[in-house]
C-alpha cells in the first residue's frame, strides 16, 4: 500500500481525508485505485483519454514525475505520492 | 629599554612583507582577500573595489568574523602603507599566515587609476535605525545601502503582500511598488494587516502607503492603481529588482511569468488555501518558471480562490513574511533560495516538507530550444528557436 496525499482543494471530492492509502505498483495504478475509491477526483487529475493533467503535478518522495517514468513510475512500500494541483488564492 | 616610532617601524617590515599596488591587485583576482584598516571616515570617501573594511583599532575584535580561516591569504592597506604594517603585525601575532601590507597604500592606489569605489553612505539616523542589520555580516553598512537602493514590486497589497511589505518597508527597501485597483473591504482586514478598520473603502494603494510612511520615512511607495494585463505589464515591472506575486487568478500569473521571465526579473511566488501555503522562487533562466510548473491553468471551476474557499488569517501572514525573507535574499544576493524548490507548509500539521521543481527545456516561455527526447535517444538542440520566445497565453 502506498499513501498519496490528498492537497486541500481537492479533500472534498476524497472524503475530506489528508491521506488515502492505494495498492498499485506504478504512480498509474496507484491513481487508478484512488480514482476507484473516489470517482469525482478523476476531472481533476486525468485526461479524458487517461493522461495526467497538465495543472495537476505528481511527485514520489519530492519527485516530479514527468521527470521520472510519468505514470509508469514506479511505487510501493514507504513511498509518499504527493498530488499537486495549480493554487489560486492569493489574497 | 625605550623603542622609538622608527625601531617599530623597523621590526615591522622586517616581520611583514609588503606588496605593491600591482600584486595586491593581482592577489585579490586570484581570491585573496584586501583589508582597509583605516578609519571609518576615510573608508567611507572611498576604498578600493571589492575590499572589507575594519578599524585598525577593531582589528582583534572583528577579524575572526570576517576571516575564520588563519590560513587565508590576506592584504592589508590603509592609506599610505604605515597603519597596514602594523595592522599586519598583529594578524601574523594572532597566526594568520599570509598576510601582506600594501606599501604605498589607497593614495597610491587611486593616483594609478586603479578601481576604486565610494560606498552609499548611511546618516546617523539611518545607522540607528538598521543597527540590527548592520551587526550581521551579511547585511552590514553594504548591504543595507544596497536594500535602500532597491526596488521591489508587489502584485496585490492583499493577504500575502501586507505582511511582505511592512517587513521590506522595515527592512528598508528604497523603493516598493504595489499593483492593485482595490478598496479596502471589512472582510480584508482578518489578514491583511496594512489596513485599518477607519480605511474601509480606501483604495488599497493609498492605505498601504500610509501604514509605510507611517513605519519608515526611507522608503517611497510608487502605486499602481491598475489591473495587471497584457497591455501594461511590461510597464509595470519595468526597473523593478525583484516581484512579489500575490496574485489570485491565474490569469494575472501566467501574464506576469512571462513578462518577468523576459525582463529577467525574479518573482517569489506564494499562493495560500485554508491551512495550506506554498512557496518558491522563479528566477528567469537560472531555475523553472511557472509555466514550467503548471503549462496551462486548470479550468476556474476546480480552482477556487480564497473568497470561495476561506483561508486562517496567519497562513497569507506565515507564506508572506517567508516570501519577503526570500525577495530579501534576491536583493542581498545571500544564501541557497528557493528557486527550484516548493516549500509546502501545513499549519494544521504544523509542518513544512518541500519538492523538487523542475526546468522545463520545452517550457514556452522560459525554454531554451534545447529539447530532451525520450529517454535513451539523447539531446538535440533547435539553433533556431530563441532564448526567450513571448509565452502563449493559456
New interface residues.
Partial sequence: MTAVRIPPVLRAQAGNQKKVEVAGATVGEALDSLLDQYPGLREQILTEDGSLNRFVNVYVNGRDVRYEQELATPVGGQDEVILLPAMAGGR | MTKSYRDLLREARAEIREVSTAEAELAAERGASLLDVREEAEWEQGHVTGARHISKSYIEQEIEALAPDHAAPIVLYCAGGIRSLFASQTLAGMGYTDVASMSGGFQAWKSEGRAWSQPTVLSADQKQRYSRHLLIPEVGAEGQARLLDSKALFI?A???GSPAMLYLAAAGVGTIGVVDFDVVDAS?LQR?VIHRTDRIGVKKTVSATQTIAELNPDVRVVAHEEMLGEDNVERLIDGYDVIF??????ETRYTLNDAAVRAGIPVVH???????G?LTVFKPHEGPCYRC??????PPE??????V?G?LGVV?GVMGLLQATEGLKVLLDIGDSLSGR?LIYDALDGAF??????RDPRCPACGDGEVTTPAGEGVFTLPTTPATTTGVNA
Fill in positions: 496585490g492583499g493577504g500575502l480584508n491583511q506575486d500575490g496574485t489570485d487568478t491565474f506564494a499562493s495560500v488555501f485554508r491551512f495550506e506554498q510548473l503548471y503549462p496551462t491553468p486548470p476546480l480552482a477556487p480562490g480564497c473568497s474557499a483561508v497569507p516548493l516538507s518541500e519538492l523538487q521543481l523542475q
